[in-house]
């Protein structure tokens, strides 16, 4: 159980972290992703995606670190939305055109690390 809190508990903090800088400054995550911010739509997108639902990720996985009916519950998040985030990632790196930097690298390597240690950490339950 100690294995599969200690990924809850990081996870809560990445989460909770990049997710709250990136709704004070939005600029910070579109800068390391190569995106332009053109107008208000734009922003307000950032905001929401790479801010609120970062964030709400980060305070699940806290929740479930403290309370342990949410725990496989918060694993399984873990597995399901970060392992489809990492495919979704993989899928655009093989079939799209354009090379990438070391940030989609970084970030596929941290989305499929994370899912698996909580899928094994799930599976140890």
């Given at each position: 159980?100690?294995?599969?809190?200690?990924?809850?508990?990081?996870?809560?903090?990445v989460f909770i972290g990049y997710g709250l800088v990136?709704?004070?400054?939005?600029?910070?995550?579109?800068?390391?992703?190569?995106?332009?911010?053109?107008?208000?739509?734009?922003?307000?997108?950032?905001?929401?995606?790479?801010?609120?639902?970062?964030?709400?990720?980060?305070?699940?996985?806290?929740?479930?670190?403290?309370k342990p009916e949410f725990y496989r519950a918060g694993?399984?998040?873990?597995?399901?939305?970060?392992?489809?985030?990492?495919?979704?990632?993989?899928?655009?790196?093989?079939?799209?055109?354009d090379s990438v930097t070391t940030y989609t690298y970084?970030?596929?390597?941290?989305?499929?690390?994370?899912?698996?240690?909580?899928?094994?950490?799930?599976?140890?339950?």
């Amino acid at each position: 159980m100690l294995f599969g809190k200690t990924v809850l508990g990081v996870s809560a903090l990445v989460f909770i972290g990049y997710g709250l800088v990136s709704l004070a400054s939005p600029g910070i995550p579109a800068g390391f992703a190569g995106l332009v911010m053109s107008n208000g739509d734009a922003l307000a997108e950032i905001r929401a995606m790479y801010g609120g639902l970062q964030t709400g990720v980060g305070l699940f996985c806290a929740m479930a670190l403290l309370k342990p009916e949410f725990y496989r519950a918060g694993l399984t998040l873990l597995v399901l939305v970060i392992g489809t985030l990492a495919l979704a990632r993989l899928t655009s790196l093989l079939i799209g055109p354009d090379s990438v930097t070391t940030y989609t690298y970084g970030a596929l390597g941290y989305e499929f690390t994370t899912a698996v240690v909580a899928l094994v950490a799930l599976l140890r339950k």
